[in-house]
């Protein structure tokens, strides 16, 4: 199975887009997929106020575990993360997850509206597929 198939898998088991980013790739890098889910718990909706993408966050999670160790480990993991930030900006027109679903799901009104929207399952699906996509096209 693919790191995408894996990821969509997860996704759409009821997991969020950070937990299945992460998830995707835990076997890669010592990780049970239990133990993926649990720390990518609380990424998705930009942490829950609408910032950073779960997908992203989940991809970040992925390339600082690639890239994270060592004593240089600044020099190769910060670049690869500002790396995937802009390519998945240039896919998805941001990284901001309030600017990717065009509402604000931090206020009770923003997750309502998200919600009987559909955002959740039209647009979520698309932004783990994008960083999926953006990981494997930089070797990770």
């Known amino acids: 199975m ?22 995707a790739y835990a076997d890669d890098y010592g990780l049970t997929v ?16 609408g910032e950073v993408c779960g997908a992203v966050s989940g991809a970040i999670m ?13 020099a190769t993991a910060y670049p690869k993360a500002a790396e995937f930030m802009e390519r998945f900006k240039e896919k998805n027109a941001s990284y901001i997850c309030k600017d990717i679903l065009g509402c604000d799901i931090s206020s009770e009104a923003g997750m309502l509206y998200a919600r009987e929207n559909g955002l959740f399952k039209d647009i979520c699906p698309r932004t783990v597929e994008s960083a999926v996509d953006i990981l494997e096209d930089m070797e990770i």
Request: aromatic share 12%; glycine share 12%; hydrophobic share 35%.
């Open 62 to 74: 992925v390339i600082g575990l690639k890239y994270g160790d060592g004593p240089d480990y600044k």
């Open 34 to 49: 239990d133990q993926a889910m649990k720390v990518a718990a609380c990424f998705s909706g930009g942490v829950r106020k």
């Open 2 to 23: 693919t790191h995408k198939e894996k990821a969509m898998k997860i996704f759409y088991e009821k997991f969020n887009c950070s937990q299945a980013v992460l998830g």
